[in-house]
């Protein structure tokens, strides 16, 4: 029997759900779990420092979730969840193999809601998580009768860590990185990176009302529920402020996620061993 399978035990149903990001995009599954899930205390992790995940090997970025996980692990963790897609396509089953504690992703989740939502289906993501196929093959494994469309999206999550959602080179790029899909006549869209619905403002104006938008943090959060129910790890009784912290400037995590928040979040800084962060990091 592992500490996870007793019966629901205070000390741990209290303890805080880990969500980890590469920076602001685990803020649009962090309102989820507001939503859904409002009694759990949340400790957020922006890995700042060596965003974008999304154009690193699938090495790297086993090795940054390895770091945020054990840190998570570390500072009590009862359940992870990556708030990340590209960790989840790229990570999730290695790690879930390496730690005891009970690790979510978002691809699962995602693709059984798009092979809902539409047979003709348009994945945008980061260029690791496109590269990685997991998207199509996960719905075509729930619909194999399913058309699956992915497009890489590079410039979006800078654009959104800059805090350019109005510019108009933003709207610019997303109708080129749309206009594909659309050409596919696609009935759902999923929103495959958690930085992207950020933009759904811009989407709004680009898209036609008969796209379905599948926002997959919504049914990871849902996925987390029933796990919670399952493990009986789920806490009854007020939540903790939501912790926040980053391997990047604090200052700059506030400032920029102050908007989709509501207000100025503490922040504070966790530093891996040099080694770890790699080039190409802010
Ligand atoms: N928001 C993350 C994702 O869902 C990572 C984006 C990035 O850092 O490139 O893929």
Not at 18 to 28: E, H, K
Not at 44 to 68: K, S
Not at 123 to 134: E, F, G, Q, W
Not at 146 to 165: D, H, K, M, S, T
Request: net charge negative.
């Amino acid at each position: 029997m592992t500490a996870y399978d007793t019966l629901a035990d205070p000390r741990l149903t209290s303890a805080p759900i880990g969500i980890f990001d590469s920076g602001v995009g685990g803020l649009t599954v962090l309102r989820q779990l507001d939503r859904q899930l409002p009694q759990e205390s949340i400790l957020y992790f922006g890995d700042t420092a060596r965003l974008p995940y999304g154009n690193r090997t699938a090495d790297e970025i086993l090795h940054f979730v390895r770091d945020i996980i054990g840190w998570m692990v570390d500072q009590g963790a009862k359940m992870v969840m990556m708030a990340c897609n590209t960790s989840s396509a790229l990570a999730l089953e290695q790690v879930q193999q390496e730690f005891e504690v009970p690790i979510l992703g978002l691809i699962w989740p995602g693709a059984r809601a798009a092979a809902q939502a539409g047979q003709r289906i348009g994945v945008i993501a980061t260029p690791a998580t496109v590269a990685s196929d997991a998207y199509r093959q996960a719905i075509l494994e729930v619909n194999p009768q399913a058309q699956v469309w992915q497009v890489g999206c590079p410039a979006f999550v800078p654009l959104i860590e800059q805090g350019r959602i109005q510019h108009p080179e933003t709207r610019r790029v997303a109708a080129r990185y749309l206009q594909p899909l659309m050409a596919q006549g696609i009935d759902a869209l999923v929103y495959g990176c958690t930085h992207y619905p950020h933009l759904e403002p811009v989407f709004q104006t680009l898209l036609s009302s008969q796209v379905q938008r599948v926002d997959p943090a919504t049914h990871l959060v849902a996925a987390a529920v029933r796990e919670l129910t399952l493990l009986n790890l789920k806490h009854t009784g007020p939540a903790r402020p939501t912790r926040f912290y980053v391997s990047g400037d604090p200052q700059g995590f506030a400032d920029l996620s102050v908007r989709w928040l509501g207000y100025r979040p503490q922040v504070e800084q966790v530093v891996f061993s040099a080694a770890t962060v790699l080039p190409g990091g802010s």
